[in-house]
């Protein structure tokens, strides 16, 4: 009897390997009929068979199994191609890699869906939606996140100092980034974040001090500053999210005014203020420049 059911459950897990193999087959581009919604079928019912089955540990297999999927692919098919890029290479791959993975990670949740009922939510593991983003994350990002940021601030100071950049790329990695978050996951686009505004601020207190080095009067300082926020907005606008867009702006406002709020008063009172400069003035007064 128990040699039956054992042979009942080695058939099922192969039927839904077999599914598996036959989805991965075709998303590596091999010359392989389409599925048709028997063969989809097929996985289903096999899933749902084990997920009901009396025998304890059909469900845990069948779980297994989920993760090992998720886990194979991201060894076989994403790992090697990234390993050895490097900047705009390294994004470029990432996006496309992450979306495929994501087709992947679909499939596997419509075949595998019944252990959301069935298993996860007893056992109280992360849902099959929040396991792929954990897997991602914890063997894709832990691994590269230091040479992916690397690459994105290289984006962005670049273009800062009048580069020209695919400002199409940089929101696609940011839009990652906020996508791959999840449940049990590293939050990688608030780590992300802190080194931009990290950044901005030694960018623009370097700017500051520049500036007041070369005498420049309070009216030509502010012109500056309304510049540079203007144009650090306008950018912000197209791949940051509007969270992220008011923290940069807030930031470079304390560095470039509130932060040497008296000096620029005492310059101001002693040079006075242009007549054309007054109206730029009042757009800054909550900044408490007096």
């Not at 994105?152 to 839009?175: A, S, W």
């Not at 500053?225 to 999210?241: G, I, K, P, T």
């Not at 992220?244 to 040497?260: A, G, H, I, P």
Request: glycine share 4%.
């Amino acid at each position: 009897m128990k040699m039956d059911a054992d042979m009942m459950l080695n058939e099922k897990l192969k039927k839904i390997d077999d599914v598996i193999t036959k989805k991965k087959m075709i998303m590596d581009g091999h010359p392989v009929i389409p599925f048709t919604p028997a063969e989809k079928m097929i996985a289903y019912e096999c899933v749902y068979t084990l997920c009901t089955r009396k025998r304890r540990d059909s469900c845990s297999l069948v779980y297994e199994k989920y993760t090992n999927c998720l886990s194979e692919r991201i060894q076989e098919r994403v790992l090697p191609v990234l390993m050895d890029k490097h900047g705009t290479e390294l994004l470029t791959e990432i996006t496309r890699l992450w979306l495929e993975y994501k087709e992947f990670a679909s499939f596997l949740s419509k075949t595998f869906a019944d252990l959301d009922y069935f298993y996860i939510r007893r056992k109280r593991h992360p849902s099959l939606a929040d396991f792929m983003r954990y897997y991602f994350c914890n063997l894709v990002c832990d691994e590269l996140f230091s040479k992916l940021q690397e690459a994105m601030m290289r984006l962005i100071i670049q273009e800062r100092e009048g580069g020209q950049i695919d400002r199409n790329l940089l929101k696609k990695v940011l839009d990652f980034f906020l996508g791959a978050g999840g449940n049990g996951t590293t939050d990688y686009y608030e780590k992300l974040e802190q080194i931009m505004l990290a950044e901005a601020a030694a960018y623009y207190s370097q700017l500051s001090l520049e500036w007041w080095f070369w005498g420049d009067s309070f009216s030509n300082y502010l012109r500056k500053v309304d510049r540079c926020l203007n144009q650090e907005e306008a950018r912000a606008e197209f791949y940051l999210s509007q969270t992220t867009k008011t923290k940069l702006l807030d930031v470079m406002k304390y560095v470039l005014l509130e932060r040497n709020a008296k000096k620029w008063a005492q310059k101001q009172n002693a040079e006075g203020m242009e007549a054309e400069d007054q109206e730029l003035l009042s757009k800054y007064a909550s900044l408490k420049l007096e």
